[in-house]
Every structure is written in structure tokens, then in C-alpha cells.
Nanobody
């Protein structure tokens, strides 16, 4: 079964850190660029960060630049999102998605049409 599985979410105080993981099952993650999205209650889903297939190129939403870092370990078939200095407005369900398009350097846009696999999401809550 082909799927992406997110983990690492939880409850953290403002200013704290979490590291999310996105693991692929049933396919080789190296063949895909990966993005993280999030959706807060009552809000539309938004793109957070993307990484190219080899990890050489990345992109971040302005709201998380300087605080979040995306990386990947293709040997472990996993992509990570390190989140530091978390704020209450970061509270959301975080999803990873896989895009098969473009070259190995391509960083996908935050458009749903570019992704073929989605994870089920992991909850991140930032609250004191």
C-alpha cells in the first residue's frame, strides 16, 4: 500500500520546538519532491515548506522563514520539518505531500494539483 505517514506532532508551549517526520511506505521517496502543508480550524490549507528530490533546493512560506527547516534523508525514506520558536498561530494539522513532477532540482508550488500522495496529518498545538 502506497502511503505517507506523518508523526511528531503534539502539544508544545510557545517558543518550543517540534520535529515532524514524513515517512513513505510502499514507494521510494527519493523520486518525489515533498511539501508540508497545514490547516488550522476554520482556515484554508496553506503551504509551509517544500524540498526538491535530492534536498538541494527548498522553499518556505514567509510566516515560517527563519523558524522552520525542511530536510530529507532518502536512505531512510523520510522527510523532516524542524519547527523552532513555535507560536500559537502555528497550531494546525500538518500534512506532507509528494510531487512526482519536474526535475530533481524542482521545488513544487503549493498547489494541490502538483501532488499525488498525501499523508493523514499530525496535530500540532502551541499553547501555554
Amino acid at each position: 500500500q502506497l502511503q505517507l505517514v506523518e508523526s511528531g506532532g503534539g502539544l508544545v508551549q510557545p517558543g518550543g520546538s517540534l520535529r515532524l517526520s514524513c515517512a513513505a511506505s510502499g514507494f521510494t521517496l527519493e523520486a518525489y519532491a515533498i511539501s508540508w502543508f497545514r490547516q488550522a480550524p476554520g482556515k484554508e490549507r496553506e503551504g509551509v515548506s517544500s524540498i526538491s528530490r535530492r534536498g538541494t533546493n527548498t522553499n518556505y512560506a514567509d510566516s515560517v522563514k527563519g523558524r522552520f527547516t525542511i530536510s530529507r534523508d532518502n536512505a531512510k525514506n523520510t522527510v523532516y520539518l524542524q519547527m523552532n520558536n513555535l507560536k500559537p498561530e502555528d497550531t494546525a494539522v500538518y500534512y506532507c505531500a509528494a510531487s512526482p513532477y519536474g526535475s530533481i532540482w524542482y521545488v513544487p508550488r503549493f498547489l494541490s494539483s502538483e501532488y499525488t500522495y498525501w499523508g493523514q496529518g499530525t496535530q500540532v498545538t502551541v499553547s501555554s
